[in-house]
Structures are given as structure tokens and as C-alpha cells.
């Protein structure tokens, strides 16, 4: 079964005041993305892909075409506070600046708390405070280095793994996780990925990958899907997208990449 | 068997703020021949924008030369220049002995200054007719794949892989010797960055210049165009060798780490997976003891907390400082 | 939360020195009155004398005592000031926030309107309509001055959302149910907080000045004393001239040290706010 269907999205945003201009961010993408499937739409910047996510986190409107996560269309069926708070929990994210996304004015836990808003069983503070615990040990942090402290007293990785962690806690679904590895050093970009990973394993979450990184769409996807000036040029498995690209744009991108194991042969 | 263009020996260079320095670079030494491409690859803050900036002898306060010497080959003869002013530096080297292309033209350029106006004004600095100069800048132009005609335009009316282009094409007007290349290419799409890339390529095949510094932390790239590789840590050199043979078997146990944590597509990575380096780089006010990796490092011996383990040649053309490969291990 | 905002600004002299004058004149302002209990509109027949005992600022030309017009024009001066900066405030939060929450059309209009006020050179303004007055309240006055110096304020608190608002931390909390009270209150709030701080101290500023502004060219308030009309008497009567110093030098004193101690506020208040700025 499809855990997200998204049907001829599209979405213009109108600029400027006299002369109202329209650009079209979105051009009438449609894909699916099923149960524990890992997905990547993989764009340069100004491609659409960063629209097309928070349209599907039902966090600006699109301007027509559909989106069902779990059978329902999340702009037309959820109409309760109840079904919204299930919306949210089911479908989560990780953004890709992990210094953007704390709020410099509080302490890091924040974001944490913030989860049980989501839930539907009341915790007791202490209870809740085991369970933040039990989530930041899980993405591999030491409670002690994180509670109480503010954002710019941890680096981007720890930052990252936090945000994995109130996924730990929501046990969503679905993560759309917006470009989680391009702020974060070389070194630790493995353990995001791993994470996620293993979030997919345990939890049977799907995910979706926003990137512009074919290397890493590659490296975790179950699919691929190219996107190019708001449309999707290509979609499929990732061997066929990296080693047999159909649409003359993957095959640019592809061919542009520096590679490790092989020389590029026309540079 | 070429000569070395530049000589680094013993360098340490220090941020010295109020009450307490920043080892940015402590210590290094290397050499960069003539006709090669060195790619310095490292995370960020392990002191390879510092290495860029001694090179230039651009040192500005904080950042303070506290040791060790640079040596540039100029007109036959190695001048120390690290024992020059920054401005005499400036005057008798920058731009016709070795030029700087930095991460984001915007850092370079002026958005409101012509782009003909550097032109004319490497010129007026190096004692050269204006005319010849621009003349030979609309060539350059041409050759980088931009319109002359932009030369008359300002930079902010270019796109960033135009603009990064048109930097190259001034900074290598007076056919420098060495050219010092800070994360050129981070900025820009992948396409743009090949394009980029080719582009200085072929600038030393044709002899405009002779060697390059390529700085980054994107091993893969350094792979498609440099001869060597320098690997960088905590203000340290752990590694240099040859790329292909780096890539083929990385000796320190930092370079293994920083490979594996590559992600190309290729169906190699996916066979060999991806690892990460536990931990974060050290602080460089009080870095860690002996080897400044054994913190993080996987192989780590009771010798490594204790020592420092010095860069020393262990094959042909393979530096490496790790104590896996010394007689001090036991 | 506000406490960790605002601790590391008692770390600066800058802000202690400054605070401490201005905090000095407030209580000066606000006791002064009452514990020296002289009538400063009682006309005696001690007239332009020097200070004595029974005068320890001495008198003006109609005998008034110059201290205790100088106590009450303290006290409205700042009146003036805050009302000015409240009303400066309000109005910029409002424009500013509204703008940037709703864009589009909205967004289009307040700010052509905010344009439109931003370049009217407002002091002139001011003058036509406090001189199309005939009785002019203290309040009044604080009106006129507050209903000018918004615009640049509301600009830069609707630059300063739009920059929060499209911030992942936002989404986040959105996403984890916020409605837009809540998001406004924990996350929006103590964002533009610091830089609202700073403007309405600026904005007091701004009012005490143009208070005197006004009142020197005798326009100021009908009604109540200020630091701007005993300068403005002073002015009339040649007190300069005729060296009756005790007249016109202790409100000049007063409204250069509040409004330079307020300045000092904000620029300290910037200094630690803005890490760019920040010594170190």
C-alpha cells in the first residue's frame, strides 16, 4: 500500500505589486512513496524540491493537485485538532540547517518537549524527561551533554542527532528529511545516515530524502527522482538513474560529479 | 625531476587572542613542486584557509606567524617571504607570482566596481600599460568562456559560476606561478563546478601557471584534478602521497575515515559502505596530547596519547605521520 | 528566558552607567515634586534672582522657583518621552507584524503607507499641526511626536520576521502544533524583543527631544511645564544674553544628560545583542 500518493502538484507563488508576476515553483509532479521505502528528489537549488516538501508537511498550500498520506488528502480530510495533531505526528521532518532549526533563545531540550504536544497519552514531567532521555541515548548522545544547553554550545552533528531523537520520540511514519547531512562535517555524516536508517528498520518509517546530493541519494535511496525547474525528470531505481541515466539533464549531473574510484574523462 | 616552487618548513601560525592561542597550523612543513596540482583537504577549522593565508603572507592580527619560514622561487632564487611584510608581499608577489581564488567571488569582488577596474588596476600596481592589460583580459575572457563585453559590467550582474570564472581569468593575468585555489568550488552547482574545474586545468596544461594549491574538503574533487594530496587535522599534516595511491590504500588512520565517509554515486561506495569518525575535531586552544587524532581514532596505542608521531617518508613520495608505520610503536 | 536575554547586559558598564543616570532622573522626576513641595507656577516678588537658600536655583522673571520647574519638567519630559515611544511602538509593531504575517496585498499597502510617512519630513508636519492647535495638552504633544517616529521601526521589525518566519525552528514548531498565539508568544516575541527594547529607549529619546524641539519655537505644550518651555522662556526673556544662568543652564543640563545616558543604553544594548559588535 502507498503510504503517500501526490497527484498533478503544482504551485505558483505571485510576486511583486503592479506588476504581478508568476513563478511557477511546482509544475504537476505526481510519485508515491510506499511503507519503510526510502525515496530521494534530487535537485540543484531553485529546483522546486524544497516547495515540494513543505507542501508535503502541510506547512504552505499548494496552489492545485493533491496529496493523500494514509488514504486521507491532507488539505481537504483533516479537519479536527485531533486529526491534525495524528498529521503531524505521523509525518515528520529534519531540516537541513541544524543551527536554524533551535531557537537560540532556548535550551536545546525545546524541540523535544515540543513532541509531546503531538502525543495523544499525557506523560508526567518525570515521564516524559526518561523517555527525552532514552531518545538522545538512542541517536547516541550523553543526556548530560545536551540537557540545559543552549544551542551554540553544541556542534551541528549533535544538533542533527537531537533532531532525529524527537523523531525517536514521535515515531512517525513518514520523515522528510530536507538536505539533513550538507551543513554537517564529512566525519559525522555517516552517523545521520545511519540513524535514519536504522529509524527505517526498527519503525518501519518511510523517508524521503530532499537533496542535491546524488552521492548520498544513491548511497540510502530505494528510488531516485530528478527533479529539474519544478518537474520531475526522471524517476527509478538508483543504478539505473546514476549508471543509465535517461534524461539529458541527469546525464549532465551525473557526468559532473567528481567521482572517487574513477577519473572524470573529459576534464 | 622537477624543483620545489615553494618550500614550507616548520611553520606554526597562531591566532593570539586576549588570553590564549589558536593553533591554526603548528608545525607544518611540506614542499609544492613545479607543475603539480596539491589538493589540502581537511573538516572545517583543521587550519587550511590558515595554510592558504601563509602561503599569501596574508597575515592579518590575530593571526600571528610564530614560527618556521616560507621559501617561494622567484626568478630562480628562493625568497623567504614569511620574513617580508604583508605589504611587501603584496607588492612584489600577489597577482604576478601567486594569485588567490577564494571560496566566494563575492569575497573578492566589489559588487559595485567594474570588472575592468581590477584589470586596471593590477595593471597600475605591476607598472603596466592599462590598454595591454585589458587587452590581453578580453583574451583571458574569451579563453574562460565569458564575453569580453562582461569585462565592462559589474560583478553583481553575473551568475555565481560566471563570476567565479571571470575571478580566475583576472587572477591569472601576470601568469602566476602558484595559484591558491580556497574552496573554489563550494560555492557552485556541480555543473558549474566541473566546468570551473576544467577551466583550471587547462590553464596549466597551457602553461599560465605552473602549480596549483587546491584547498577543500571534498576529497572527491581533489581526486579528478590534483597529483598529491595533503591531509589535514587539527592544525597537523597526517597524510601526503600521491592521489591514487591515497585512494587506493590511505596509510593514517584519519585519511581511512575521511574516504569512507565519501558519498559518490558509485556502485563501489555502496559495496563498501559508509562510516563516520566517532566524536568531534579537538579544539585548537588546547589541542589533544601526543598524536592530536588518538582521541578519535580506532587504532590508537598507548604510544599515540604520549607522542607526537612525525611526518616521515615511508615509501617513495608517501609521507605519513602515524605511529602505525614507525619503529616507535612498541 | 527573558532573564537569560537580558543578564549579560548588566555586564556592561555602558548599560549600568547609562541606566543609572537615566534611572537617577526618573526618580528625580517622579519624587522630586513631592518632597520639594514649591508651587513652580507661584509668581513671588523674588524676581531673576541668583540661587540662594530660599531660591537653590534661584527664580525667573516672574519670580517662579526655577527648581521646582525644573523637578516637574523633568517629570513631564520623560512623560513625554515614554507616551511618544508607547505610542511609536504600538503603531510599529502592529504595522511591521501584519506585514510580514500576511504579505501579499497587505504587506504591498502598509508599507507604501509606511514609506509615504518615513519620508514626510515629520517635524514640519508636527509644527502644522501644533500650531493648528490653540490648547495643547502634554499628551497631545506626545501624540504628535509618536505618530512620526514609527516607520522605520515597523520596516525593520517586519525585515526582522520575515527572516524568523521562514527559520526552520518556526517550521518545527508549527509542525509540532502551534497555533499562532503560541508561536507568537515563544517563538516570534522574544526574537524582535531586544531590538524592540532598543528602539523604544531610542524612541524616548526621540520624544524628549522633540518636545524641546517644539516648545523652543513655541509650540511646545499650553499647559503643565516641561524642560522644553523653561528653556523656551529662558529663551524669550534673554536670559543668555543677560547671563541668568541659573535659568536656562539646569534644563539644558538635565535633557542632555538623559537623553546621552539613553543613547549610551542603546548603543551598550546593541553591543551585547549584536555578536558582531560584540568585544571579544
Redesign the interface.
Known sequence: MSRLVVKNLSKVFSIGFLARRNVEAVKNISFEVKEKEIISLVGESGSGKSTTAKMLLRLIHPTSGKIVFEGKDIWNDIKTNQELKEFRRSLHAVFQDPFASFNPFYPVERTMWQAFRLMDKEYSKNEALELIKDSLVKVGLDPKDILGKYPHQISGGQKQRIMIARCWLLKPKFIIADEPTSMIDASSRGGIIKLLLKLREEQGTSIMFITHDLGLAYYVSDRILVMKEGRIVEDGNPDDVVLNPQHEYTKILVGSIPKLYRKLEDI | MSESLVKIENIRAYYKLKNREVKAVDNVSFEIMENEIIGVVGESGCGKSTLSNVLLNNIIKPLTIVGGRVLFKSNGEYVEISSLTREEVRERFWGKEMSLIPQSAMNALMPTIKLSKYVEHLAQSHGIPKNELLKKARKRFEDVDLDPQWLNRYPFELSGGMRQRAVIAIATLLNPQLLIADEPTSALDVVNQKVFLKILLEMKRQGIVKSIIFVTHDIATIRQIADRMLVMYAGKIMEISPVDKIVEKPLNPYTEGLLNSVLTPEPEIKKRGITTIPGTPPNLIEPPSGCRFHPRCPKAMSVCKEKEPKLVEIEPQRKVACFLYSEERA | ?FK??FKPLFKSKKFIIGLSIVLFFILLGIFGPMIYRVDPTEMTWDMEQAPSSTHPLGTDTYGRDILAQLLYGIRSSLYVGFLAALISLVIGTIVGTFSAVRRG?TD?LLMSFTNIVLTTPSILIAILIASYLDVRSIEMIAVILGLFQWPWFARAIRAQLMSVLS???V????????GDFRLIV??LI??IATYAFMSFVLFINGGIMGEASLSLIGLGPTEGISLGTILQWSVMMDAIRRGLWWWFVPPGIAIVAVTASLLIISTAMDEVFNPILRE?
Do not use: C, Q, V, W
Request: net charge negative.
Open positions: 528566558m537569560n536575554m496585498i504591498d527559520r526552520e525552528y517550521y518545527l514548531s508549527k509542525m509540532a502544533g502551534y515563544e517563538d522574544p526574537t571579544e
